[in-house]
């Protein structure tokens, strides 16, 4: 691309805690990614034919890659993200996601080789081969910009594809630290790349990829699945939420309380799974309320120093205004805010306070729409069918969670709420079932088979049936028509 059209195209990135633009990213053209996609394919047919444990090797090569080039990622993502602590544990996520998959692997691929005869047939001897998907093409989005670009490219590498990855526009500076890592094992840089840009490069790489994993909001979502159906490949989309939590009568309201704070603020409730909607038993509303405002009164923001407080600013400018216009229109329908309130500015950075809402209703946005900010709207209900009913009046299905008196009566209620994933007697623990069971989510939130699991692995193989006839064919004049 000619220098003058490379500075027009450049995308500025604003540090989220000064408000500041003081990075830059420009996107490959178009015949850039076409070029680095056909390279990567071509890798990628040694890549897939060496056995699994070499794949491994590399795989674990990068591992220690990571961890010697872990100062410089932190660095790099904790000035897009404003926040210290999960950034600096976002490279161990990487680490351990590798170790961890490759802990895992052989066994799941090797269950899948194997089939029984056949049933239909049972003279056919049966082989099942797995053909992994040349490339694999990632759009992540900036909530965990290091750990959401690798989730889908580990399973798929370890599967035998070649990778391209676009991250969020929004916060691209750990590509260039984390490219670097890459670098220093040559096997993986020619089947792994990743590429700066925005919604165009995104289109531009669907373009050129055999299957998608996205992870990002509906309304992109919908625009990814449309262009993979034109072009007639798989998409894997890992959407939004608005994920309720049912607090019972008989559950401890200590435990209560504690779980529904963290699995609201966590992140500055920018996490997809995080709680969004807070459903308490009539007898228990009021003391849960006073508990929690309590609680939430010793949580601090990030905003005088990143390595204090619990909570960061907000990372997109664009969602302060969605919070911000969700909490006025409930208010302007009768809703109380009894902690926090909107966004503000702060030294330059858009900061909120956690925020407790009451008197909600499902009439508000604030109770239908992803809010994906700290904020805890809480609701009363007399009947747990009541409770049932309202955790599953949503156009989402990601995740839910269930805190009653004993785990058993959590379970009964789990088993009745349309997501994803329930965390019972707690609330977000999607993080645990990792690669050990599958998870599809409901409605709005997801299209595909499950990431999470031995599926993670598999979906990246087209599954071819081998077919064997050891005896004579059947000859065509011994098939009569009735
Ligand atoms: P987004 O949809 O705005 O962007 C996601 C990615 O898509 C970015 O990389 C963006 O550049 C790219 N993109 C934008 N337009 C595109 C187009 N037309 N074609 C192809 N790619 C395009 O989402 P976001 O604001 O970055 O992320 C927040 C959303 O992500 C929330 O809705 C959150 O719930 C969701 N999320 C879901 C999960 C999950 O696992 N379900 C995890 C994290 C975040």
Redesign the pocket.
Known sequence: MPADAARLNRIPVKNPRSGEIDYHVTPPSRERISEKCQSLRAAQVDWASAPLADRMGIMLKWADAVEAHKDAIVKAESIDTGRWRISSESPDAVIWGIRGWCDRAEDIVNRALQVGASSTMPSVKLAQQLVPYSLVGV??????PMM?STIDAIPALIAGSAVII?????TPRFIEPLQESIATVPELEKVLTYVA???????D??DNVDIIC????????R??AQ?CANNFIPAFL????KDPVIVTKSADLERATDAVLRGAVHATGQ???SIERVYVDSQVHDEFVEKLIKKTAEISLNDSDIHQGHVGPLI?DK?AGIIDKQLDDAVAKGAKIRSGGKSQEINGGRYIQPTIVTNVNHAMTLMRD?T?GPVMPVMRFSSVDEAVDLANDTEFG?SAAVIAGDAQEAMDIGKRINAGGVSLMDTTLTGSILRDAEKT?FNL??LGGS?MGGASILRFYRKKALMLNPDMPIKLKDLHEI
């Open positions: 759009i992540s989005p900036w909530n965990f959401l676009k991250p969020s526009e929004v840009g925005g919604g165009q490069t995104g289109q790489m669907i996205f992870t990002g909001s509906v309304p992109t979502g625009k990814v262009a890992e959407l939004g939420g996490i997809c799974y997109f969602q992803e994906f990601l989510s939130s997801g990431r």
